[in-house]
């Protein structure tokens, strides 16, 4: 291998139902490898939703088309060297089956764990209330089914799970290592 090429990267997919706290455990996560380790690039599933043209929806065709595309990012920039952290929902198990195998060895899945009263408390956003009063029928989690990873490679318990975040970080440099 040259040793100037650059090292494959790593895609770290930061799921949980909305409002767990994936960004919150996300941003930390960034925030400490940009101190530590190996170059980082955050893709907020939010943040990537709002600049793609046309912007997509959220049917399940939109969905799988989203995820797709966001995996696919993801995937491209981890072949350049990166560790690319995505939190995003990704509420169906084929979505984050699909970026571990895009990503072909170079995947973390971390599941932020919350209970629907935990995320409720913290939705600033009023996501549940939308939900509740039948204005956005198909929230994962509420309207359509958050289905939870079998085996997440880390469980953070919400998104400030200083253990989980450790571990994870952990687990990222072992892997820029290798």
Same mark, same amino acid.
Do not use: I, M, N
């Given at each position: 291998m040259d040793a100037n090429a650059p090292r494959? $990267?790593?895609?770290?997919? +930061?799921? $949980?139902?909305?409002?767990?706290?994936?960004?919150?455990?996300?941003a930390a996560l960034v925030e400490r490898l940009r101190v530590t380790g190996p170059p980082v690039v955050l893709l907020d599933g939010? !943040? %990537?939703? $709002? %600049?793609? +043209?046309?912007r997509p929806g959220y049917d399940e065709a939109a969905r799988d088309a989203f995820y797709a595309t966001l995996a696919g990012l993801a995937s491209l920039l981890a072949e350049q060297g990166f560790c690319v952290v995505v939190p995003a929902t990704a509420h169906?198990?084929?979505?984050?089956?699909? !970026?571990?195998?895009?990503?072909?060895?170079?995947?973390?899945? +971390?599941?932020?764990?919350a209970s629907e009263a935990t995320a409720r408390s913290r939705d600033k956003k009023g996501l549940y209330a939308s939900s509740d009063a039948g204005a956005m029928p198909d929230l994962p989690g509420r309207g359509l089914v958050y289905e939870e990873p079998d085996a997440p490679d880390i469980v953070a318990n919400g998104g400030r799970d200083e253990a989980a975040l450790g571990a994870a970080v952990a687990r990222i440099e072992e892997r820029s290592r290798a």
């Open positions: 494959p $990267g790593l895609v770290v997919w +930061v799921t $949980g139902r909305p409002q767990a706290g994936k960004s919150t455990f996300a939010d !943040a %990537v939703r $709002g %600049v793609l +043209v046309p169906q198990r084929k979505f984050r089956a699909r !970026a571990r195998e895009l990503c072909a060895g170079r995947y973390l899945e +971390v599941h932020v764990a």
